[in-house]
């Protein structure tokens, strides 16, 4: 079934609100990026949203949205349901305007993102456990307390102010071909969509979702909004969102060439890349436009813009989405294996690595398996490699040199 016509943001709003974010939004430099151009075979840049004012592009939208209320509206304050980036977003846009912003998050929330969040000046409660219960929360405080509810995504200011990142794109790269967008809600690839297509209608436009909560593919093949049925399970929290809007969703419909899912292994191998190679911290669903760069080169005509829509990562899941990235790029290796249980004999097999270029980060001995031969011991070994060949290469030489491996991953 279809959705009834919506009408659609245009250039001259995003125009407009561009005037309005003149001396509150950054303009977000545009960096080159060697290892993906070469994956590529053109240029590929990257759009630094996650260097913008409250680390990612939402600043843009929220300002748009609550400069607009009447004076009456504001004096009420603002709520928002948000899992980090729009919180922050609304809450400085608040403060800069005079007016409070209460926030609800969900359980679980990133604390860096709702310690963030107080910081602007902002009431802050946690409720539900995805985004979708906050955001029940935050409407029936609206309806309770007058307040203005300022929705993520759906509101047509909101779109003409993540749109201001689609012209700074054409003023920063005009030759650019493909633009790679982050998507949950869609409140930044409807604007970019709207703000390019009104002088460049050859760009191919594609939004990035994670395949574990990607809303649009199966509504875009419904033709209408869908709720996902099962339950989303993502790293990318920034991006999760279970239901497109009636806006957004028509504006997708109509103006994104293309939707594409990425797994959470190449959300992992996306962040390390930006981190080792771009020096650029980005929070995981910052980084889902790389990991579809990553995912599929050949499909991009460049120049390429991969848009990094936010950077307000946890250190505490920066660490474990590192090793988790480290694990899918090949670069740890952890083995079991058994050894015999002898003076000597553990000092070999570590010799044996050092030789081979290995960095040991962990070992465990151990001889109370019951699976182990009468003089042997297990020895569980997490091991740093060069990549995925470096790890066969020393999966054969312990093979060689007589070790019976048990398991291995990496």
């Not at 240029?43 to 004012?53: I, S, T, Y």
């Not at 995805?130 to 509101?155: K, Q, Y």
Request: hydrophobic share 50%; charged share 20%.
């Amino acid at each position: 079934m279809d959705t009834p016509p919506v009408s659609l943001v245009g250039v001259e709003d995003i125009l407009a609100a561009r005037e309005l974010l003149a001396d509150v939004a950054r303009t977000t430099p545009m960096e080159s990026s060697r290892p993906l151009s070469e994956l590529v075979g053109g240029p590929v840049w990257l759009k630094c949203e996650n260097l913008q004012r409250a680390g990612s592009f939402k600043i843009r939208g929220a300002y748009v949205r609550i400069a607009r209320l009447a004076a009456a509206e504001r004096a009420r304050g603002v709520v928002a349901a948000s899992a980090g980036n729009h919180a922050q977003g609304v809450a400085l846009a608040a403060a800069l305007l005079g007016t409070h912003a209460t926030i609800f998050m969900p359980h679980g929330a990133a604390i860096p993102k709702v310690t963030a969040t107080k910081g602007y000046g902002a009431t802050v409660h946690l409720a539900g456990s995805v985004l979708d219960e906050s955001m029940v929360a935050a409407r029936e405080f609206a309806d309770r307390t007058g307040a203005v509810f300022i929705h993520p995504f759906d509101h047509a200011d909101i779109i003409a102010g993540q749109g201001t990142t689609g012209l700074e794109i054409l003023e920063q790269c005009p030759e650019v071909r493909t633009i790679v967008v982050a998507t949950g809600g869609g409140g930044l690839v409807s604007g970019i969509a709207v703000a390019v297509r009104a002088t460049r209608p050859d760009i191919c436009i594609v939004g990035v979702q994670a395949e574990t909560a990607a809303a649009y593919p199966g509504s875009l093949l419904a033709g209408a909004p869908s709720a996902l049925t099962t339950p989303m399970a993502t790293m990318a929290d920034g991006i999760a969102v279970g239901r497109p809007g009636e806006l957004t969703f028509a504006h997708v419909r109509e103006l994104v060439d293309d939707v594409v899912t990425v797994s959470e292994d190449a959300l992992s191998r996306a962040l390390l890349l930006l981190l080792e190679r771009a020096k650029l911290v980005v929070e995981p669903a910052g980084a889902a436009a790389v990991a579809a760069v990553m995912d599929a080169p050949s499909r991009l005509r460049p120049p390429v813009v991969a848009v990094l829509s936010g950077g307000n990562i946890d250190p505490v899941v920066l660490l474990r989405v590192v090793r988790h990235g480290m694990i899918s790029a090949g670069r740890y290796l952890s083995v079991r294996l058994s050894i015999p249980d002898r003076p000597g004999a553990l000092a070999g097999l570590l010799r044996l690595l050092a030789e081979k270029g290995a960095n040991v980060l962990d070992v465990e001995h151990s001889r109370t398996d019951a699976r182990l031969d009468l003089g042997d011991v297990e020895v569980a070994l997490s091991v740093e490699t060069r990549g995925s060949d470096h790890s066969e290469d020393l999966m054969s030489a312990m093979a060689a040199a007589g070790y019976r491996v048990d398991d291995a991953t990496g």
